[in-house]
């Protein structure tokens, strides 16, 4: 088949096809395609290691709050950052920039068919050039970045569990009047708050846990010491009194100062103290909605 064909407008013969200029363009279409392939496949991994971090740090935050509404904000969070809708448009640019960028390929393909006027120019391209399919980053980039991401998952998880399994934060401390010893009440993450435990120990060494608090009801604020700084009394719920050997770390006294019928209860233990030699408690008790406190009362621990 002849290389020129008569020019339907002016009568004179069209130029000849050049199949190497035309695969020429083809491949400048494909280079750009590429090159917007990797720009935006960069910008996906970039946003999935941000996110990513992003949720992470947004389950840290969930974990460690107290408050309900503090609960529910960075859980919403982490659910927005997990599954964000910037990371669905970014999908989206992508596919329908290849997509684009496909259509305009078939599109010059077939604009050289017609100026050729024959459907040979095609297959003339094919021969010079295969269809070649958007490839955007290398292999080994993309592994590159997908093993990034792993890193980035691995060390969250491996940061994560350092801090569930580490020493919660302190609540409440207080050391003995001598120095020696320390008592600590901590705060545990937990869906649902308090979530505490009682500790006692040198305050040179690691206290060691003395009892794990019911989660979600009980709670203490207050740490009394004996003057001789062999017992420590915690006050759980503001009205349950528990008394532990400083140097033992052995609990020998439990018991509730008020009734505790109701949760939490009606009234409240105030003013507590514990003798000398820490074989007494003295205290008084009033109203949680306040009023009158009653007399002083006294028990005994051993």
Same mark, same amino acid.
């Given at each position: 088949?002849? $290389?020129?064909?008569?020019n339907?407008?002016?009568?004179?013969?069209?130029?000849p096809? $050049?199949?190497? +200029?035309?695969?020429?363009?083809?491949?400048?279409?494909?280079?750009?395609?590429?090159?917007?392939?990797?720009?935006?496949?960069?910008?996906?991994?970039?946003?999935?290691?941000?996110?990513?971090?992003?949720a992470?740090?947004?389950?840290?935050?969930?974990?460690?709050?107290?408050g309900?509404?503090?609960?529910?904000l960075?859980?919403?969070?982490?659910?927005?950052?997990?599954?964000?809708?910037?990371?669905?448009?970014?999908?989206?640019?992508?596919?329908?920039? +290849?997509?684009?960028?496909?259509?305009?390929?078939?599109?010059?393909?077939?604009?050289?068919?017609?100026?050729?006027?024959?459907?040979?120019?095609?297959?003339?391209?094919?021969?010079?050039?295969?269809?070649?399919?958007p490839?955007?980053?290398?292999?080994?980039? =993309?592994?590159?970045? @997908?093993?990034?991401?792993?890193?980035?998952?691995?060390?969250?998880?491996?940061?994560?569990?350092?801090? /569930?399994?580490?020493?919660?934060?302190?609540?409440?401390?207080?050391?003995?009047?001598?120095?020696?010893?320390?008592?600590?009440?901590?705060?545990?993450?937990?869906?649902?708050?308090?979530?505490?435990?009682?500790?006692?120990?040198?305050?040179?060494?690691?206290? %060691? @846990?003395?009892?794990?608090?019911?989660?979600?009801?009980?709670?203490?604020? %207050?740490? *009394?010491?004996?003057? $001789?700084?062999?017992?420590?009394?915690?006050?759980? %719920?503001?009205? =349950?009194?528990?008394? *532990?050997?400083?140097?033992?770390?052995?609990?020998?006294?439990? /018991?509730?100062?008020? @009734?505790?019928?109701?949760?939490?209860?009606?009234?409240?233990?105030?003013?507590?103290?514990?003798?000398? $030699?820490?074989?007494e408690? /003295?205290?008084?008790?009033?109203? +949680?909605?306040?009023?009158t406190?009653?007399?002083?009362?006294?028990? @005994?621990?051993?």
């Amino acid at each position: 088949m002849n $290389d020129t064909h008569p020019n339907q407008d002016s009568g004179q013969p069209a130029p000849p096809f $050049d199949p190497g +200029r035309a695969a020429q363009l083809r491949a400048q279409a494909i280079a750009t395609c590429k090159k917007n392939m990797k720009t935006t496949e960069r910008a996906l991994y970039v946003q999935l290691v941000v996110f990513m971090g992003c949720a992470i740090w947004m389950l840290h935050n969930f974990w460690s709050s107290t408050g309900v509404q503090s609960m529910i904000l960075n859980a919403v969070l982490f659910l927005l950052f997990l599954e964000g809708a910037v990371l669905m448009k970014l999908w989206y640019w992508i596919v329908t920039n +290849r997509l684009s960028v496909l259509r305009e390929i078939k599109l010059l393909r077939l604009d050289l068919a017609i100026q050729r006027g024959t459907e040979q120019t095609i297959e003339e391209i094919a021969a010079i050039e295969s269809p070649m399919r958007p490839e955007g980053l290398s292999k080994v980039e =993309r592994w590159a970045w @997908k093993l990034a991401i792993l890193a980035v998952a691995a060390a969250s998880v491996v940061a994560f569990g350092w801090w /569930r399994s580490g020493q919660p934060s302190i609540a409440v401390s207080s050391k003995s009047p001598d120095g020696r010893y320390i008592a600590l009440v901590r705060n545990h993450p937990s869906f649902d708050p308090p979530n505490q435990s009682l500790w006692v120990g040198r305050a040179d060494g690691d206290p %060691q @846990k003395v009892r794990h608090l019911d989660e979600d009801i009980d709670w203490c604020n %207050q740490i *009394v010491w004996s003057a $001789d700084s062999s017992a420590v009394a915690f006050l759980v %719920q503001d009205a =349950r009194l528990m008394v *532990v050997d400083a140097a033992t770390g052995e609990i020998r006294f439990d /018991r509730w100062l008020v @009734k505790h019928a109701d949760y939490p209860t009606r009234d409240m233990v105030k003013d507590l103290s514990l003798s000398a $030699d820490g074989s007494e408690a /003295r205290f008084r008790t009033c109203l +949680r909605k306040g009023g009158t406190s009653s007399d002083w009362q006294t028990v @005994k621990l051993r």
